[in-house]
């Protein structure tokens, strides 16, 4: 079956030279609505309320569009609309200011693929397997060395006294999915496939594999009041393994050095992974972060994603955009990079530092 866009949706999508823009409360049945109305491309408009299909669709592209068209001076807005989106690209341009302190634009990254694959992917790839074996009462454990080349390597273990080698492929599909083909696993010939998502919702692992049908995922989720996780291992259409629970969060947080590159000053809670990866949330008034991080001997890798926000007379929550980025700490050089998650963003992100790669300059040490 294709799924097709509502008729609201494609009007939203289809927005354009934004002409005004006005954010109302509709008050109905005794209880206050936030509303939308929106005249662009020459006379069309839309008005919608929160309980309507596509309004926080709405929402986002309306910043979007303010956020490009602005400076033309054509937009018609009160006092009170104007004032939330004009905040919204103001307090983007300050964070971004800061965040490049001491940094030059660089073409090409000399750490970015090595430090994510061997650094944030090969350790949850390593749990997975670790869990499959587990099922079967098979230890693994892990010999030190690791033989690897630009997404590609060979793992090597010990397993029931019995040395396997594990040769694997890594792709990165877009700034948020990464897949791994892992060989050897539970047979010489099976191929075992792990892709591994951060996004907005935490982290989501699934895994396959071509041989025994094993299937199974493991998830962080972050959008409740703390982070859960569930994880569940079937094979043939029954469970052989399921967890579920809250994160263990830290007594005190760790203050890493690539928290430095968040987008506020505000406290993060730091939260541990099994397979060694830690995430920090932080939420103020201004943006609701998440940082994943993990570190070897000689690198620290965070993958963060901000969404900024602001709140409206009645307490509305209004999502401004998505700011992600990855900060990648060797023992010679610190790297920044700018990514796109395929989320809402704001223009001045996407015109100005999407897909951009910046380097710290020698004898500046950020944060200090």
């Known amino acids: 079956m294709v799924k097709r866009m509502s008729e609201a949706l494609l009007q939203i999508s289809s927005i354009k030279n934004l002409d005004m823009v006005n954010f109302y409360r509709l008050s109905e049945d005794g209880s206050s609505l936030p509303g939308i109305v929106a005249y662009y491309d020459g006379g069309k408009v839309i008005n919608l309320c929160s309980a309507d299909e596509g309004f926080s669709e709405l929402l986002n592209k309306v910043v979007e569009v303010y956020s490009a068209e602005k400076e033309s001076g054509r937009i018609v807005t009160d006092n009170y609309t104007g004032r939330l989106l004009d905040r919204s690209i103001s307090t983007s341009s300050e964070d971004y200011e800061k965040m490049l302190e001491g940094f030059e ?50 793992l090597t273990a010990s397993v029931k006294e019995k040395t396997t080698k594990f040769p694997y492929l890594i792709t990165r599909h877009n700034d948020k999915i990464h897949r791994v083909i892992i060989n050897g696993v539970l047979h010489p010939g099976n191929s075992l496939t792990v892709d591994i998502i951060h996004d907005l919702k935490g982290i989501c692992i699934n895994f396959s594999d071509s041989f025994k049908g094993y299937k199974g995922s493991y998830i962080a989720d972050i959008t409740g009041p703390a982070p859960g996780y ?126 951009k790669k910046y380097t710290l300059k020698r004898g500046l040490h950020h944060g200090n």
């Open 105 to 154: 634009e660089t073409p090409n990254p000399l750490f970015l693929d090595k430090a994510f694959s061997h650094i944030m992917v090969i350790p949850t790839v390593k749990y997975i397997v670790e869990s499959i074996y587990g099922i079967n009462d098979m230890p693994v454990n892990w010999n030190l060395l690791n033989k690897c080349w630009f997404g590609r390597g060979t």
């Open 230 to 355: 569930s994880f569940d291992i079937g094979c043939e259409g029954k469970t052989l393994y399921h967890d579920e629970g809250m994160l263990p969060e830290s007594p005190e947080v760790n203050r890493i050095e690539a928290l430095k590159f968040s987008l506020s000053d505000a406290e993060f809670k730091e939260y541990m992974l099994p397979w060694g990866e830690k995430l920090y949330l932080s939420d103020n008034d201004r943006h609701l972060q998440y940082i994943f991080s993990a570190s070897s001997a000689t690198e620290t890798i965070s993958y963060g994603l901000c969404s900024a926000k602001l709140n409206d007379a009645g307490g509305l929550p209004i999502l401004l955009g998505l700011f992600s980025y990855m900060h990648v700490e060797s023992v010679s050089t610190t790297e920044l990079h700018f990514l796109d998650m395929g989320y809402p963003q704001l223009s001045l992100y996407k015109e100005r530092y999407v897909g």
